[in-house]
RNA sequence: GCCGAAGUGGCGGAAUUGGUAGACGCGCUGGACUCAAAAUCCAGUGAACCUAAAAUUCGUGAGGGUUCGAGUCCCUCCUUCGGCACCA
């Protein structure tokens, strides 16, 4: 028997192409179930087997779904706007377009091969104009509205012009960046630029100065991961934050029901407490100290107003406005050398540096608000700019950066809290009496709390406030490949587009160099930026999380062109109800979409609240690294000498820096230990471009094996680990393939990737085949019914596997189809009936052999249509129970009786067991524990 | 530094409310088939002790604790992986 799994995988594509399997009824009275996968950006090196883990399980719960009578939406697409196109592009002058439609096709290929059931015609791709027009259109409803606190809500912006008009900006809860006041007649007397400037404080969609990372060498604007250790990642060039006018979009208007709104999710609490700390509420006080010797207040915000006593110096960011204002003569040249070393730091850099704090005095003296004393003011970069108003009150005593601080500059460090009663309290924990605090002495910290804020209130310099850290989305690249904004620009003034005027397509251009001053390439092409007469065009481009903010709206009509889509189908889709994808994404994207997500449903365009009602993360797939041992140029002279991993010891490793070897030449010892043969070493030297006259020598053991380093890391192109499942489709079938995804572990857990365990999943392929088929390939089912012993195994099997689908444990339902097998096969099961609900089973996991053995089975239709086996509880009673037997909770012994046995009966019968009274010997029973149906634990 | 997750045979992992630790699979060992190999099939496979069997003891990162009973609950510690925006 040689089952020809390409042969029945090609027919199967045929069959349900042909048939239209997979297409989404658009009109179904069934209950719908919307599973989404985190479609990929199609990248130049193609899926490695890593990628389709999630998509597996989500084609899984989707096929398993549909034949539960579900109305199953299954769709994929593309996130095909990127920078790794855009150097591409750079490099090698191919356009983006043109690259990405070529992934595309490819990364479609590699799908198709694997039996995903996406209903293809629902594709969306973010760089289609005809996709990004909608993003567009939604980035024109954010600009035209701001966030009303009052209804917590996004409100049109004329309703804030018809307030302003009224009232001026008192009595106003919006979110804004607008520092000041006016009045109804101040604004009106206002001119027409004034106004544009007053409202853009309160556009959800907003022009500001932000900083960028900025590299002179390059001309460009760079990513933070295109920089490693403060200089660009190419060419080691010096990077700099540089300011530069940008959109941004208003998210922390949204930060408070955005954390709220977290509790009603399924989401893993992991996942929520990421978020939550990307949110960073906290409750604290702003308040000002009063500069001494000048008329101006320095504002700080804290979550420890209680330790207000404890006040020893004021710490400003490098970046903040006052820093001129405050530097004396004196400190003019330490201050602006300080400013220079912090602009040059990379935010990777000022985290490595904790414990090594640095700074630098302005000169100047702060005034404390109660007990009139000067505070000397410092700068440092620890104390960023971002957060809270950039300056904060130092409490050496009471906070360990504050702490290393005061100690490096030798600034005092006064305690103001008795910890005396909790004994392994740090100095940040909020447990204690305050002490030397004037009134605030002998009151417990949530009650100095309040009355420090109440004190602050009635002199009028502070309130309490409440403070989050995340910040508004830079909404800006710099870049080419990526969405236009439709926005339009005269000497004075910014303008939208109408609706009417998109999409604004993307020109095609041919040099994709960053254009003058790190503008993107499309400020080159003047005949498009100057298109609308009298106005210049917007050059900047949408961000990646532009297009794949709102994506999973699209999949529900993705054809539409008057809606983004159309309420009907907004209506019946709602949201998604199980959205599976990778960790990286679990802050930034998740955010930014239930954000966009929110706004939608504040304007009633979206009928949801929340776009992803139960998220699970995919864990990664690894690769095995392996490296050899090469002698440096230091030690070896002219000669190339690689070395085996059992000569190197502690004093001769630093001669040898490890270089990677691909996986594909490296054999296995018995211990699964890495190593080469001498015929993989050939192999190993044309890898590494090795003519034949050059000098290189092995250091080997006495064997004819050269040991290799092996860890557990990413499968990647660089570590030459990469392992395409094509290849593992073409050898061993798609199902086979799948299943053994399935096998490796756990959805969520991470877990190395092995391509020799394949076979155990191969063999029981085809032991399932050889339960229906002889070595000719011909059928050899009965029409019996099956009997009691055959329909426990079988019932058994379909009990776990619904389970598991409930709970994502696919890894455990391949064991459960395994042990079922292997049981029929045992006692020789050849019916037809229980192999047609087994084939039903196993439908959602090996779509193609089981829709093989359906049509040849002769039945109608598709497999994938059929109704999906439910366990009846009346096969899988059994009338005895195999009680274990502790002794003193150690089990010794097994015993086989009658389920109908009383808990009385099973407690005399048992102490009279022969085997046990070697143990029991005569000795008293203090207790006896039966739990009945599970275990029997006697006490002596 | 902070936050999150996880440590179970040679390996991937199972044990769904505290109740028979190691299911299932890989690998390995032995056997069958074969001239031989591959493939396939059968058996064995946590460690120690023992010629073997049986028995016994140990055993879920380490150390304590709760319990009749702990991989599972509590405390302390160690290690690994993932995330991060030094968040006042």
Redesign the pocket.
């Known amino acids: 028997m040689a089952i020809q799994f390409n042969l029945i995988e090609q027919e199967c594509k045929d069959f349900w192409q042909k048939n239209e399997i997979y297409k989404v009824d658009p009109n179904s009275d069934k209950p719908k179930y919307y599973v989404l996968d985190m479609f990929p950006y199609p990248s130049g090196s193609g899926l490695h087997v890593g990628h389709p883990l999630g998509y597996i399980a989500s084609d899984i719960i989707a096929r398993s779904k549909r034949m539960k009578a579900y109305n199953v939406l299954h769709p994929m697409g593309f996130d095909a706007f990127g920078l790794p196109a855009e150097q591409y592009a750079i490099q090698t002058g191919v356009h983006p377009a043109h690259s990405t439609s070529h992934n595309i096709a490819r990364y479609k290929e590699q799908l198709a091969n694997i039996g995903f059931n996406y209903d293809w015609t629902r594709e969306v791709n973010t760089s289609d104009p005809s996709y990004y027009k909608w993003t567009q259109w939604i980035f024109l409803q954010l600009y035209q509205h701001y966030y009303d606190f009052s209804t917590n809500q996004a409100r049109p912006i004329q309703e804030l012009i018809q307030h302003f008009e009224k009232f001026g900006n008192s009595n106003l809860y919006a979110a804004n960046s607008f520092e000041g006041r006016f009045d109804a007649e101040q604004w009106k007397s206002m001119n027409i630029q004034e106004k544009d400037k007053t409202l853009m404080n309160f556009r959800l969609a907003y022009r500001k100065e932000s900083f960028v990372n900025w590299c002179e060498a390059l001309g460009t604007v760079l990513a933070?991961d295109e920089i490693t250790n403060g200089v660009s990642e190419r060419g080691g060039h010096p990077v700099v934050k540089k300011s530069m006018m940008q959109w941004s979009l208003r998210i922390s208007a949204y930060a408070e029901r955005l954390l709220n709104d977290l509790q009603n999710l399924d989401w893993?609490?992991?996942?929520k407490?990421?978020q939550?700390?990307?949110i960073?509420k906290?409750v604290?006080a702003q308040l000002f100290f009063k500069i001494a010797d000048q008329d101006s207040s320095l504002e700080?915000?804290?979550?420890?107003p209680d330790t207000i006593f404890g006040v020893s110096f004021m710490?400003i960011?490098p970046e903040h406005p006052f820093v001129d204002k405050l530097t004396k003569e004196s400190q003019l040249s330490e201050v602006e050398k300080f400013k220079l070393k912090a602009s040059q730091?990379s935010?990777?850099?000022?985290?490595a540096?904790?414990?090594n704090?640095?700074g630098v005095f302005t000169g100047s003296y702060a005034i404390h608000p109660f007990t009139g004393k000067e505070i000397p003011i410092w700068i440092?970069?620890?104390?960023?700019?971002?957060?809270?108003?950039?300056?904060?009150?130092?409490?050496p005593g009471h906070?360990?950066?504050?702490k290393n601080f005061a100690e490096k500059f030798n600034l005092p460090i006064k305690k103001i809290l008795d910890q005396s009663e909790f004994a392994?309290a740090g100095i940040e924990d909020r447990v204690g009496t305050l002490i030397d605090s004037e009134f605030l002495n002998g009151m417990d910290i949530s009650t100095a709390i309040q009355t420090v804020i109440k004190q602050l209130e009635l002199k009028s310099i502070g309130t309490e406030r409440i403070?989050y850290?995340?910040?508004d989305?830079n909404f800006s690249r710099q870049r080419y490949w990526g969405e236009p904004f439709p926005i339009v620009y005269d000497q004075q003034l910014c303008y939208a587009l109408d609706e009417k005027q998109l999409p604004v397509i993307l020109p095609k251009i041919s040099n994709f160099q960053p254009a003058s001053d790190g503008t993107s390439p499309l400020s080159r092409n003047e005949q498009w930026v100057n298109e609308i007469p009298n106005r210049k065009r917007e050059t900047d481009t949408m961000p990646g999380y532009a297009g794949s903010s709102w994506y999973f709206l699209r999949y529900m009509d993705p054809a539409n062109s008057d809606r983004f889509a159309s309420s009907q189908a907004l209506q019946y889709w709602q949201n998604v109800d199980l959205y599976i994808g990778g960790?990286?994404h679990?802050?930034?994207h998740l955010?930014y979409s239930r954000f966009w997500h929110k706004f939608l449903f504040d304007l009633k365009l979206v009928p949801t609240n929340e776009p992803f009602k139960k998220l699970v993360n995919q864990?990664?797939i690894q690769g095995e690294i392996n490296r050899i041992y090469m002698m440096t140029k230091e030690f070896s002279g002219e000669i190339l000498i690689y070395a085996d991993a059992r000569l190197i010891t502690s004093e001769n490793k630093h001669q040898y820096i490890p270089v990677e070897v691909p996986l594909s030449i490296v054999k296995?010892d018995?211990?699964?230990k890495s190593y080469l043969s001498l015929d993989s070493i050939t192999e190993f030297y044309r890898f590494r471009s090795h003519a034949e006259h050059e000098k290189i020598k092995l250091q080997q053991s006495s064997d004819d094996r050269i040991y290799l380093i092996s860890e557990?890391?990413?499968m990647s192109k660089r570590y030459h680990n990469v392992v395409n499942p094509d290849d593992v489709v073409a050898e061993y079938g798609a199902d086979c393939f799948r299943m053994y995804e399935m096998?490796?572990?756990?959805l969520?857990?991470?877990?190395?990737w092995?391509t020799?365990?394949?076979?155990?999943?191969?063999?029981?392929i085809?032991?399932f085949c050889?339960l229906a088929l002889n070595e000719h390939d011909e059928l050899i089912l009965t029409n019996e019914d099956g009997n009691k012993e055959e329909l426990k195994i079988l019932h058994s099997c379909i009990?776990?596997v619904n389970?598991?689908l409930d709970?994502l444990?696919f890894?455990?339902s391949?064991?459960?189809?395994?042990?079922c097998v292997?049981d029929l096969?045992?006692i020789d099961c050849k019916k037809k009936s229980i192999f047609l609900e087994l084939c039903k089973l196993m439908a959602p996991f090996a779509p193609f052999i089981t829709e093989f053995f359906w049509q040849k089975m002769g039945q109608k239709g598709s497999i994938h249509h059929a109704i999906y086996p439910q366990h009846s509880e009346s096969f899988l009673e059994s009338d005895s129970v195999?009680?274990?037997i502790?002794i003193?909770?150690?089990?010794?012994m097994?015993w086989q009786v009658s389920k109908s046995l009383t808990k009385e009966e099973l407690e005399t019968q048992v102490v009279l067991l022969d085997e046990l009274q070697?143990?029991i010997g005569g000795q008293t029973i203090?207790?006896m524990?039966i739990?009945p149906g599970?275990?029997i634990?006697i006490?002596i």
């Not at 700080?300 to 420890?304: A, F, L, Q």
């Not at 935010?347 to 985290?351: K, N």
């Not at 969520?748 to 190395?752: A, M, T």
């Open positions: 933070n893993s609490p992991a996942l407490t990421m939550q700390n990307w960073g906290s604290g700080i915000y804290t979550t420890r710490v960011a730091k935010e990777i850099e000022r985290q540096e904790i414990k704090v640095d440092s970069d620890y104390v960023l700019i971002e957060y809270g108003t950039g300056a904060i009150m130092a409490v906070d360990q950066r504050d392994s403070n850290k995340m910040r989305a960790t990286e679990a802050v930034g955010m864990g990664m296995k018995a211990e699964g557990i890391g990413k096998f490796l572990g756990p969520e857990q991470s877990k190395p092995d020799k365990g394949i076979s155990g999943v191969s063999n029981f085809r032991k050889s009990k776990k389970q598991d709970h444990s890894n455990t391949v064991s459960a189809f395994m042990i292997n096969r045992r195999n009680y274990p502790s003193n909770g150690k089990k010794r097994e070697k143990y203090h207790r524990i739990v599970r275990m634990n006490v």
